[in-house]
């Protein structure tokens, strides 16, 4: 299983990034996926998950700024998130499972930092 972000950077305040996770060495198309973040010096996050078949979940604890959606036959799932803050600021994970407590790959992150 071999998961890959990438998208991360420098953004202000009220500004917007895609992020991309490429995948390869399992069937995706099988494959629950989501995304989690971890900022400086807290533990990780759950953002959301996409089923197979394309249906979204985020976390209760998630505003609606964040979407997440996949492409199965390009096997990559993106996050889109708009309006970013600077609490956004953190490293993003690309991983298998539908929620928090499913069992994850896990990519090796991408920076997002929100700053002016």
């Known amino acids: 299983v071999h998961l890959m972000e990438s998208g991360g950077g420098l953004v202000q305040p009220g500004e917007s990034l895609r992020l991309s996770c490429a995948t390869s060495g399992f069937a995706f198309e099988i494959v629950e996926m989501g995304w989690a973040r971890q900022a400086p010096g807290k533990g990780r996050e759950w953002i959301a998950g996409i089923a197979t078949d394309g249906a979204p979940y985020y976390a209760d604890s998630m505003e609606d700024r964040f979407t997440i959606s996949r492409d199965n036959g390009k096997k990559m799932v993106y996050l889109q998130m708009d309006r970013l803050k600077s609490e956004d600021t953190a490293v993003y994970y690309c991983?298998?499972?539908?929620?928090?407590?499913?069992?994850?790959?896990w990519g090796q992150g991408t920076q997002v930092t929100v700053s002016s």
């Open positions: 991983a298998t499972g539908l929620s928090a407590t499913s069992d994850h790959y």
